[in-house]
């Protein structure tokens, strides 16, 4: 049995020419895609009418590539058509990262769009980022994606900018209002339901969302006081919340990853 929600909304045959080109990775790259997901804005939550789609994907290799001394990419890369965009990384290069502190991963494993996937292999990793990720690690991740995307809407004054710092910040609120989980939802509209927060924050974010949702360039213009307040607020506390993890031992962290890699390269 295969993973696959896609909502209503989205365009079929867009929906149709991304299987095809999974499909195409597949044969001719000769890896096994485990986990297809949308990791754009359509699964974050805040979609315009002319939004991308994109897909990113973990996959497989075979046992004889991971054998042999000839090393090969670890990304799969496909050229960008229209609004397609097509993209994934294979499994050992996702672990590392996940280890290092990186987020990405974690998101793809949240993502509430998926296009394929083994159900197996996505619980199975989403129970072990939750035992080796690094909370703070993460947070800090979250914490300079927001910060630095909130200083180039200071630069352009980009609404759409007001989006990609205000996920991060429900990002680190959520961590914040849930210790000792590491693994955050992707979905903005899942990150405000499951936090605390003022009505006229919630009520604004509405309001923008809404606007995206209809309008093709939003421009630039002023952000509601309330998102204001909560960006700077969020980003300020998350410094001292989340200090810089000292260098940690991580030999645990890398023998489970290394585990669960070689038991999918053996699969493959």
Known sequence: MSLRAIPAS???????SIDDELD???????????LAIESGSRAWGFPSPDSDYDCRFVYVASL????????????IETPLTGLLDVNGWDLAKALRLLVAG????I???????????????RDDLRALADEVADRNRVARHYLHLGAKQWELFDR?????KVFY??????????????PGVAVAPMHLPTLLAQCELPSDLVAAVAELTELKS?????????????????????????????????????????ARTAEFFRDEACQA
Do not use: C
């Not at 195409?24 to 485990?34: K, L």
């Not at 990186?102 to 991963?105: Q, S």
């Not at 998101?107 to 292999?121: A, K, Q, T």
């Open 64 to 75: 004889d590539t991971y054998l042999s001394p000839w090393r090969t990419r670890d990304v």
């Open 214 to 254: 209809r309008t093709r360039e939003m421009g630039s213009g002023t952000v509601p006081a309330p998102i204001v307040t909560f960006l700077k607020a969020e980003f300020a506390i998350a410094a001292d919340a989340f200090p810089k993890t000292a260098e940690q031992d991580l030999d645990y962290a890398r």
């Open 102 to 105: 990186n987020a990405v991963l």
């Open 24 to 34: 195409r990775i597949e044969r001719d790259e000769r890896v096994s895609v485990r």
């Open 10 to 16: 989205m365009d079929p045959t867009v929906v149709g």
């Open 165 to 178: 710092s205000l996920r991060p910040a429900m990002a680190l609120r959520w961590l914040r209002e849930h």
């Open 107 to 121: 998101e793809w494993l949240m993502s509430p769009i998926v296009y394929r996937g083994d159900p197996r292999f």
């Open 156 to 160: 352009n004054r980009s609404l759409k």
